[in-house]
């Protein structure tokens, strides 16, 4: 099966009304902060972000399948020497929703802007909270494996009596571990930490992805032929890698200058055949092409 892109120019608020209930496996997004970027995409008030954002995760988990993941990457910022409490709150409100607040990923920002601060360190992290419509959903583990690491061909070489048996933690924390049972093994699963540089290459967008963000993401709640969604999609990163992975990818974009640049990009990165169409189109909310 051909994997199809959709973009949408618009406000998401509205545009998500164009999608059928229950058609997306994984919505991955980075909204607008509260009180940053103004100069280049506006900017949501802190004490108005939870009533902006409500209406829009409302549509999103009408969108959502039933066994769908929503992955939220925010941060709050620091105002009069404390952390805002919006993301917290927008939490909060999600569950009345109706949403369940299944995981925080950490996203660790491996190049994290430099500075000194006399009350702080270097902010080296985003939060990816991940929401789900039920308590069980589509997550395919094994794709996201990780090499075990060298670690374990010095370790695993000599084990103990000790090492053999389920060894229980002294801390009374219920933790145990069986060393013995990483033997003839080269992959292991990850933890909850996703460790990734930021984007710094040309994109015309001061907030774009790096591509292995929505890749992990994607590899982990999606299969092929699944249908991906970003309601803010900027630059179109997780557009590219969605389809890339063929998956389906429907973007939504409010600025029409990144809009146009999407458009621009996967339609000449593609199929010639649809350039004429792509230039014919007078419709510019309208559903744009799919890829061949
Ligand atoms: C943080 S950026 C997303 C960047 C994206 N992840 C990428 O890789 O390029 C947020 C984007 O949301 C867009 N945006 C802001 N409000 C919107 C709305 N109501 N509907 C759709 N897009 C919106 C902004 O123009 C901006 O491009």
């Known amino acids: 099966m051909k994997s199809k892109i959709e973009l949408y120019l618009g406000d ?3 545009e998500l009304m164009k999608i059928p ?8 997004t980075s909204p607008p902060y509260a009180d940053q970027r103004k100069s280049t995409y506006g900017g949501v008030k802190i004490n108005e972000y939870v009533d902006w954002f409500l209406p829009i995760s409302k549509e999103l988990l009408r969108v959502l399948k039933p066994t769908g993941t929503f992955v939220l990457n925010i941060k709050e910022k620091v105002v009069n020497g404390e952390r805002s409490t919006y993301v917290m709150e927008l939490i909060l409100a999600m ?19 430099p500075g000194k601060w006399s009350n702080r360190f270097r902010d080296a992290w985003e939060r990816l909270l ?7 959903f589509n997550m395919y583990q094994d794709a996201v494996k990780i090499p075990i690491g060298d670690w374990a061909k010095s370790r695993l070489k000599n084990l103990s009596e000790t090492d053999k048996i389920r060894y229980n933690a002294k801390n009374g924390s219920g933790f145990g571990k069986n060393v013995s ?3 003839g093994k080269n992959t ?4 909850n930490v996703v460790h990734l540089s930021t984007e710094c290459n040309s994109k015309n967008h001061s907030a774009a992805f790096p ?5 992990w993401f994607i590899r982990l709640f999606t299969q092929e032929n699944d249908t991906v969604l970003d309601p803010f999609a900027g630059s179109g990163t997780t557009i590219e890698v969605a389809n890339k992975m063929n998956r389906n990818a429907i973007g939504i974009e409010i600025i029409s200058e990144y809009y146009y640049d999407m458009k621009r990009q996967f339609y000449e990165s593609k199929c010639d055949s649809l350039k004429k169409r792509a230039k014919d189109e007078k419709a510019e909310t309208a559903r744009c092409y799919s890829i061949c």
Do not use: A, M
């Open 188 to 191: 292991v699963y990850p933890t």
């Open 21 to 28: 209930d229950n058609s997306v496996d994984l919505i991955i």
């Open 130 to 136: 991940q929401f789900n419509k039920n308590k069980k």
């Open 211 to 215: 591509k292995e963000l929505p890749e």
């Open 12 to 14: 998401c608020k509205k």
């Open 95 to 113: 569950r009345k929703q109706g949403w369940l607040w299944t995981e925080e990923f950490i996203w660790h920002k491996k190049n994290c802007f």
């Open 181 to 183: 049972n990483w033997i």
